[in-house]
């Protein structure tokens, strides 16, 4: 598609609970991007990927947090065991190159932990 | 990735050019300057990105300067839209992470 499709746009768990969030990249994007944004506060980066190939993983929590890309399917951000310091907006973005190009943006899943 | 910094705040009147700072003194040579903004809580809107000279697009002109080390950007007429976050991020060209570094933005209000 013509834009970075993120599902769902709001996602509740109780604290403990599993959450998965998609991500459908723009079609021909070789590289897809997940950040969180806490409260209207800055992003931090999460994880990219290079196809279905992990290219960077360097701001994924060590536990709890995982991802993956597979072909001819969206793009996946899965957290385990949630905590309220969870509850964020999880964006994920794709690009058709990583040199020189820029990022796209999906509009977030808002996660809210209760 | 280098630092940035914005000023946290802005005023521009409805229908006039609105100019947006951004100092980068520790750019790296292969380092591009981006811009993007966010809108309410919508995903960051890219805007437009440059290396050493100035850039136009049907969004907005950046103008870096000679030595790098600051940019601006301008919206040329500005509309109620156009009030958002305003980010500036400088990124690095090549192999390696390429992830986009948000600082705090600059949050432009645009007035009637």
């Known amino acids: 598609g013509e834009e970075v499709a993120q599902t769902p746009k709001h996602l509740v768990r109780g604290e403990g609970q599993k959450a998965k969030l998609y991500c459908a990249p723009i079609?021909?994007?070789?590289?897809v991007f997940w950040y969180q944004q806490v409260l209207k506060n800055e992003f931090k980066f999460l994880i990219s990927f290079q196809n279905e190939n992990v290219f960077d993983e360097t701001g994924m929590p060590k536990e709890r947090f995982s991802a993956k890309c597979l072909p001819n399917s969206p793009c996946s951000l899965e957290i385990q065991a949630t905590k309220l310091e969870d509850s964020a907006v999880y964006f994920c973005?794709?690009?058709?190159?990583?040199?020189?190009?820029?990022?796209?943006f999906g509009d977030g899943t808002r996660l809210s932990i209760l | 990735d280098a630092k940035t910094t914005q000023p946290p705040s802005m005023d521009c009147a409805e229908g006039r050019a609105a100019n947006l700072p951004c100092n980068h003194s520790?750019?790296?040579?292969?380092?591009?300057v981006y811009w993007y903004r966010q809108i309410h809580s919508q995903g960051p809107q890219y805007i437009i990105h440059?290396?050493?000279n100035n850039e136009t697009n049907e969004m907005a002109s950046l103008i870096i300067t000679e030595d790098r080390k600051s940019s601006t950007l301008i919206l040329p007429h500005a509309t109620l839209r156009d009030t958002a976050v305003y980010y500036c991020i400088v990124s690095v060209s090549g192999a390696g992470s390429y992830q986009l570094t948000f600082g705090k933005g600059t949050k432009l209000s645009v007035i009637p």
């Open positions: 440059g290396l050493k």
């Open positions: 520790t750019i790296s040579g292969n380092e591009y």
């Open positions: 973005a794709s690009a058709e190159e990583a040199i020189n190009q820029p990022q796209h």
């Open positions: 079609k021909g994007h070789s590289y």
